[in-house]
Antibody, heavy 120, light 107 residues
Framework: EVQLVESGGGLVQPGRSLRLSCAASGFTFSSYGMHWVRQAPGKGLEWVSYIDGTSGSIYYADSVKGRFTISRDNAKNSLFLQMSSLRAEDTAVYYC?????????????WGQGTLVTVSS | DIQMTQSPSSVSASVGDRVTITCRASQGISSWLVWYQQKPGKAPNLLIYAASTLQNGVPSRFSGSGSGTDFTLTISSLQPEDFATYYCQQANTFPLTFGGGTKVEIK
């Protein structure tokens, strides 16, 4: 069974940093691209970042480019999102999601999400 | 960036009704269109990809159509478990973008 479990969320002050993790199991992690998607309270979905299986291709939304860094450790079946210079508008539930093996660029499995609140 | 516009933003319907949601892309995306269902407090669930291909396990009352810039999601006979918010997403180009969502509510 595919499982994705996020951790690392919490309350953080504006301008500070936070690192999210996503533990993957139930599939060959290194064979799949992975994404971070976020959802502000009461709002819609926003794609944040993508990394392919070898970390050779990485993409970011303009809203986080230069502030967030996606990475992965295939030996530990783990995905990360290093978030710096956090702003109030980064407050959201952050989901890690698996890229589909068939047509790509969408998400067939999601974690339960971890809430990041940026506030003083 | 490709903008995705969904309509309506909300719809009230009864069990057994046929419901249609539309999604328009700001530029052509061929058939690179995906639909998700999200229930309150839960992660989204993949329904349809490549505009019209049903994800494994999704009931056949869900269907998708369209190509280019205009797409539709149809629920042929609304069931109680279908009351949720539906999102379209373009899978053509990074940055990946979502529509604003359509909330299907009980009439």
């Amino acid at each position: 069974e595919v499982q994705l479990v996020e951790s690392g969320g919490g309350l953080v002050q504006p301008g500070r940093s936070l690192r999210l993790s996503c533990a993957a199991s139930g599939f060959t992690f290194s064979s799949y691209g992975m994404h971070w998607v976020r959802q502000a309270p009461g709002k819609g979905l926003e794609w944040v970042s993508y990394i392919d299986g070898t970390s050779g291709s990485i993409y970011y939304a303009d809203s986080v480019k230069g502030r967030f860094t996606i990475s992965r450790d295939n030996a530990k079946n783990s995905l990360f999102l290093q978030m710096s210079s956090l702003r109030a508008e980064d407050t959201a539930v952050y989901y890690c999601a698996r890229d589909t093996p068939l047509t790509g660029n969408h998400f067939d499995y999601w974690g339960q999400g971890t809430l990041v609140t940026v506030s003083s | 960036d490709i903008q995705m516009t969904q309509s309506p933003s909300s719809v009230s319907a009864s069990v057994g009704d046929r419901v249609t949601i539309t999604c328009r892309a700001s530029q052509g995306i061929s058939s690179w269109l995906v639909w998700y269902q999200q229930k309150p407090g839960k992660a989204p669930n993949l329904l349809i990809y490549a505009a019209s291909t049903l994800q494994n396990g999704v009931p056949s009352r869900f269907s998708g159509s369209g190509s280019g810039t205009d797409f539709t999601l149809t629920i042929s006979s609304l069931q109680p478990e279908d009351f949720a918010t539906y999102y379209c997403q373009q899978a053509n180009t990074f940055p990946l973008t979502f529509g604003g969502g359509t909330k299907v509510e009980i009439k």
